[in-house]
C-alpha cells in the first residue's frame, strides 16, 4: 500500500523566515511520482511540482526549492524569504503503477502561517 | 488553462435527502475524480473514472454513487445524506491514466447536512 505521511501539522513563521515543509513517503513501486499541491484559502487546490523515482536533483523555482532524497523516502519543500502569500495548506502526494492510472495519495497536509 | 468547475461552493441539506454535486471540465480529460477533505485526514478518493460511463471505487465509496454520461461530467451522488458526509468535496480532472500526470482540481464545495 502507499502511504504519504505529513508529520507537521502547522507551521507558524514570520515574514522572510525559511521554512520547509517534510514530506515522508512509502510505497512498493519502483516507478513512482512525487507531487506538491498548495491550498490557499480559497479552497482549490494548486499544482505546484512533480517529480519521477528516477530523478533525484532538487529543483528550485523562485523562492521555492525541493529536496527529494530515495535513500530517506522524502521529498521535503522549501520556501525562502517567506510571504504572507504563502500562507496555505500544503499537501504533498504520491502515484505509482500500483494505485492504477494516476490515482493520488495525499498526505494530510501541513498549514503554513506566515505572519508580519 | 485547464477549468475544472463544481456546482455549488457551499451547499446545505437535511438528513435522508438525495444530494448531487456536480463538476465539469473543459480540456478533454478522460480521468475525473472525487475528493472528500477532512481536517487531519487529507484528501481521500471517493470514486474515479477513466471513460465515460466508466467508474471505480477509491477508498472511502461507502455512501456513494456516480455517474459520468459525457466525457466533460462527473456527478457525485449522496443516496440518502447523513450528517457524518458533512465535508468539502472535491472534483479533479487530468489527461489520461498515466501517474505522472497531475490533476487539476475545481474550487471545492462545502457540503453540510444536518
Known amino acids: 500500500a502507499q502511504k504519504v505521511t505529513q508529520a507537521q501539522t502547522e507551521i507558524s513563521v514570520v515574514e522572510k523566515e525559511d521554512v520547509t515543509l517534510d514530506c515522508v513517503y512509502e510505497?512498493?513501486?519502483?516507478?513512482?511520482?512525487l507531487f506538491w499541491y498548495k491550498q490557499p484559502p480559497s479552497g482549490e487546490l494548486v499544482f505546484l511540482i512533480r517529480r519521477n523515482s528516477f530523478d533525484e536533483q532538487n529543483e528550485i523555482s523562485g523562492r521555492y526549492s525541493w529536496n527529494f532524497q530515495k535513500s530517506t523516502s522524502s521529498f521535503n519543500f522549501t520556501i525562502t524569504a517567506s510571504q504572507v502569500v504563502d500562507s496555505a495548506v500544503y499537501f504533498c502526494a504520491l502515484s505509482g503503477l500500483t494505485g492504477g492510472g494516476n490515482k493520488l495519495t495525499f498526505g494530510t497536509g501541513t498549514q503554513l502561517k506566515v505572519e508580519l | 488553462d485547464v477549468k475544472v468547475t463544481q456546482s455549488s461552493r457551499y451547499l446545505v441539506k437535511r438528513t435522508g435527502e438525495k444530494v448531487f454535486l456536480e463538476c465539469v471540465q473543459d480540456?478533454?480529460?478522460?480521468?475525473m475524480f472525487w475528493y472528500r477533505q477532512d481536517p487531519g485526514l487529507g484528501l481521500r478518493l471517493i470514486y474515479f473514472s477513466y471513460d465515460v460511463k466508466m467508474k471505480e471505487k477509491g477508498d472511502i465509496p461507502e455512501g456513494y454513487s456516480v455517474s459520468r454520461e459525457k466525457k466533460e461530467r462527473f456527478s457525485l451522488i449522496l443516496e440518502s445524506a447523513s450528517t457524518n458526509q458533512t465535508s468539502m468535496y472535491l472534483c479533479?480532472?487530468?489527461?489520461?491514466?498515466?501517474?505522472?500526470?497531475?490533476?487539476?482540481f475545481g474550487p471545492g464545495t462545502r457540503l453540510t447536512v444536518t
Open positions: 510505497t512498493r513501486d519502483t516507478t513512482y511520482y
Open positions: 480540456m478533454d480529460h478522460e480521468n
Open positions: 479533479a480532472s487530468s489527461s489520461i491514466a498515466n501517474p505522472s500526470y497531475e490533476q487539476y
